[in-house]
């Protein structure tokens, strides 16, 4: 067989490229691949580190059954014509770090990540993770300039998986069977829904008495600390990239899926000019439509708190950064 037999046939798969290749990148660039979704494209900014996850990922590709390619690079021209850039480049709190020192860190690390990922993915949709996450979705948004239906952030899948997970261990059901639902910023203000938090239909209020939602809605605001405890280094990457890896696959397969990400409100939920997690509706464009469940005042009071908090942190980033 002649070197030709092998043409290609000018067809192109999806493409995703993730930013940042740490836990919760690469676990995202396993998923992808292993759900068939899209090829994936790793980039990060330490020489060598993309370049072997996606070595080490491609050589497992012949026993998971997939044959997505999977590449790693520090160059962002390698992540040309992307469909999805996911942005996960970030660092952790080290001791003695205040969070506005984070935010500070993180907002320059994003804002270069999304400035240099546009200019060869004009037409991409971005999903936001790195922390503090509905900040930097707002940065990110800015520095692309894209329409605000094309960028969002992930954090209330994740919040609503934990919770759904703490529902199932409580009450001894299937997981499966569980749907939740969180809003707000992602962060101690948190906002969970327990009226709309289900098993197979039925409302959890049904089936557990008060003090059991709180603790199990506090367990969820507590939720990524409580891995981190555990862990010592490091924060959570498996519940985080599965979360991630749901949107892409909503974008990727247009589903249409109703699920909590941190999207860009104009009046809705009676708040403008911010990133906070509200219900949406997620397709092949990006944000379909956002939802607005009726809440009641005290709900309403705990997003207008949960938003007040990340406006400041809003501006705070943008005083500090030119994007
Ligand atoms: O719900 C959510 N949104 C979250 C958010 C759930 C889990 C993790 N969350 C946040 O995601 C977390 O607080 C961090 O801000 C990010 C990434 O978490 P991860 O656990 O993956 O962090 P790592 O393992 O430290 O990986 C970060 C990688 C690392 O390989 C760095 O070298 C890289 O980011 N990095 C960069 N890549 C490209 N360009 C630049 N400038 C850069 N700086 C760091």
Same mark, same amino acid.
């Given at each position: ?6 043409? /290609? ?19 995202l ?9 899209a ?9 060598? &580190? /993309? ?43 080290? /001791? ?12 320059? $690390? ?9 200019v ?8 936001? $993770? ?46 499966t ?15 969970? &829904?327990p ?25 969820t ?14 924060s ?16 990727? &397969?247009?589903?249409?899926? &109703? ?17 906070l997690?509200v ?5 092949c ?39």
């Amino acid at each position: 067989m002649n070197e030709s037999s092998f043409s /290609p046939i000018g067809c192109k798969s999806p493409l995703v490229s993730v930013i940042g290749a740490g836990n919760v990148g690469r676990t995202l660039a396993q998923r992808i691949a292993e759900h068939n979704l899209a090829d994936v494209c790793l980039l990060d900014i330490v020489e060598g &580190l /993309p370049q072997g996850i996606a070595l080490d990922l491609t050589e497992a590709g012949g026993l998971e059954l997939h044959n997505r390619k999977i590449s790693g690079t520090n160059d962002y021209a390698d992540t040309a014509d992307s469909d999805i850039i996911v942005i996960t480049a970030g660092i952790a709190r080290k /001791p003695g770090m205040s969070r506005e020192d984070l935010l500070k860190t993180n907002a320059k $690390i994003v804002v270069e990540a999304a400035k240099k990922s546009i200019v060869h993915s004009p037409n991409a949709i971005f999903i936001v $993770i790195t922390n503090p996450l509905d900040v930097m979705t707002y940065l990110v948004w800015k520095a692309t300039g894209l329409a605000h239906t094309r960028v969002f952030g992930m954090a209330g899948v994740l919040d609503s998986a934990r919770l759904q997970a703490f529902i199932a261990m409580e009450l001894g059901v299937s997981i499966t069977d569980v749907s939740a639902m969180v809003l707000g910023g992602h962060g101690d203000l948190m906002l969970p &829904l327990p009226r709309y938090c289900t098993v197979s239909g039925v409302p959890i209020t049904e089936l557990m008495e008060p003090a059991t939602i709180e603790r199990l809605t506090q367990r969820t605001r507590d939720g990524g600390a409580e891995i981190v405890k555990l862990l010592k280094t490091g924060s959570a990457y498996y519940a985080p990239a599965s979360s991630a890896c749901f949107m892409v696959e909503s974008v990727l &397969l247009n589903q249409s899926r &109703l699920l909590p990400a941190a999207v860009y409100l104009q009046g809705e939920y009676g708040l403008n000019d911010i990133y906070l997690g509200v219900p949406c509706r997620l397709g092949c464009r990006g944000v379909e439509g956002i939802l607005e469940l009726p809440l009641t005042d005290e709900e309403k009071e705990a997003l207008q708190v949960s938003a007040t908090s990340v406006r400041e942190n809003i501006e705070l980033a943008i005083a500090n950064i030119d994007i």
